[in-house]
T-cell receptor, first 112, second 118 residues
Framework: DAGVTQSPTHLIKTRGQQVTLRCSPK?????VSWYQQALGQGPQFIFQ???????QRGNFPDRFSGHQFPNYSSELNVNALLLGDSALYLC???????????FGDGTRLSIL | AQTVTQSQPEMSVQEAETVTLSCTYD???????LFWYKQPPSRQMILVIR??????QNATENRFSVNFQKAAKSFSLKISDSQLGDAAMYFC???????????????FGTGTRLTIIP
């Protein structure tokens, strides 16, 4: 039973570029959440997708956008990259409100 | 807005001993969930234990147990018989139990780095 998978593992971009990160939820899960974890910090909630719609959003600018596909997989897009966007991006999936979220290994994004 | 505070950036314990990690939180809600997650160098966030606020009994998972003090808004994690594999960053997290779908965001503390001394 595959857990949450994220791709790519590492990514290096330059300022001003755009990036897309991908997440496949754990089998049977229908809700996907994205978190940004800066070095030495706890994860910060970006947004959550359920039924292909953004249901809740954290305090992140519109440069951060996402999408959920009919198979429940999800993408995180970041435009106009800034040096401060360098972080570990974690995807988490869950089945319903009663169950805890399961996390992937994350994508390490470095901005030069 | 809810906040989670972990006041111990680093802790260390001798192998086979017991260690307690502290967490406090602030919320005006009465119904919520609290979690402890472990993040080893492999980066994956692994659920250690969870507590429902409406339950008075403290949660226990094998060597891991919590001391949940709702009135004090305190949620500490006790690790008994510490093992080398317990070395990791430990994060305390809060989640509201109110609202409909989509109100499931986790609010994390800044973490405690636990070192196990052989």
């Amino acid at each position: 039973d595959a857990g949450v998978t994220q791709s790519p593992t590492h990514l290096i971009k330059t300022r001003g570029q755009q990036v897309t990160l991908r997440c496949s939820p754990k089998s049977g899960h229908d809700t996907v959440s994205w978190y940004q974890q800066a070095l030495g910090q706890g994860p910060q909630f970006i947004f959550q997708y359920y039924e292909e719609e953004e249901r809740q959003r954290g305090n992140f600018p519109d440069r951060f956008s996402g999408h959920q596909f009919p198979n429940y997989s999800s993408e995180l897009n970041v435009n106009a990259l800034l040096l401060g966007d360098s972080a570990l991006y974690l995807c988490a999936s869950s089945l319903n409100r009663e169950q805890p979220q399961h996390f992937g290994d994350g994508t390490r994004l470095s901005i030069l | 807005a809810q906040t989670v505070t972990q006041s111990q950036p680093e802790m260390s314990v001798q192998e086979a001993e017991t260690v307690t990690l502290s967490c406090t939180y602030d919320t005006s809600e009465s119904d919520y969930y609290l979690f402890w997650y472990k993040q080893p160098p492999s980066r994956q966030m692994i659920l250690v234990i969870r507590q429902e606020a409406y339950k008075q009994q403290n949660a226990t998972e094998n060597r891991f147990s919590v001391n949940f003090q709702k009135a004090a808004k305190s949620f500490s994690l006790k690790i008994s018989d510490s093992q080398l594999g317990d070395a990791a960053m430990y994060f305390c997290a809060y989640r509201s139990a109110l609202g409909g779908f989509g109100n499931e965001k986790l609010t994390f503390g800044t973490g405690t780095r636990l070192t196990i001394i052989p």
